[in-house]
Each structure stands twice: as structure tokens, then as C-alpha cells.
Nanobody
Framework: QVRLVELGGGSVQAGGSLRLSCVAS????????MAWYRQAPGKQRELVAGVTSGGNTNYLSSVKGRFTISRDNAKNTVSLQMNSLKPEDTAVYYC????????WGQGTQVTVSS
């Protein structure tokens, strides 16, 4: 059974940094896309950043230049370095891994205070 575990959420003041990590356990192969999504209260879940197996990345426009996504294929992990955090970045952040199937983590809360 595949399980994604997210680590690194928490509370920080505006301008601060956090690093999220997601580790996959179980039999998971040929992960094409690893990504981070977020969902703020009352809003739809949105794609924050994604990285393909070939290393191509894409970012939500509002986080470009502040967030960096990276992956370790050998360890089935994906990380999100978040710098210059803003109150509007406050949300539950979810890890997603897409191969033959789509897998989701349980979510981790990120709270940015002004």
C-alpha cells in the first residue's frame, strides 16, 4: 500500500521560510509528476508547483521566485522550499505523486501571520 507522508508545515511570520517534504512509502513506480497543491479555507485546491521525472518544473504565478520544488527519484521524495512567505500563502499543502495512479498525502498546515 502506497502512503505519502508530508513533513515541515507550521507557523511563520511574513517574510519567513519553511521547507515541506513528502516521502512515499510502499510500492510506487514510474512517478512522472510530483507536485504540491494547496487549499485555503473557502477556496479550491490549486497547483502550487510541479516537477516531472525529467526535471521540468512549473509554478503558480504568485509563488514564482519565492518557492522552489525539487525531487529525489531514488528516494521517492519531493520537497518545496518556501521563502518570503506571505499571509496569502496560508493553506493546507498537499503532496501529490502521479504515475499509473494518483497518490495524495494527508496535508500539512502552513500558517503565515502578518
Amino acid at each position: 500500500q502506497v502512503r505519502l507522508v508530508e513533513l515541515g508545515g507550521g507557523s511563520v511570520q511574513a517574510g519567513g521560510s519553511l521547507r515541506l517534504s513528502c516521502v512515499a512509502s510502499g510500492s510506487i513506480f514510474n512517478i512522472n509528476l510530483m507536485a504540491w497543491y494547496r487549499q485555503a479555507p473557502g477556496k479550491q485546491r490549486e497547483l502550487v508547483a510541479g516537477v516531472t521525472s525529467g526535471g521540468n518544473t512549473n509554478y503558480l504565478s504568485s509563488v514564482k521566485g519565492r518557492f522552489t520544488i525539487s525531487r529525489d527519484n531514488a528516494k521517492n521524495t519531493v520537497s518545496l522550499q518556501m521563502n518570503s512567505l506571505k499571509p496569502e500563502d496560508t493553506a493546507v499543502y498537499y503532496c501529490n505523486m502521479l504515475g499509473v495512479r494518483s497518490y495524495w498525502g494527508q496535508g500539512t498546515q502552513v500558517t503565515v501571520s502578518s
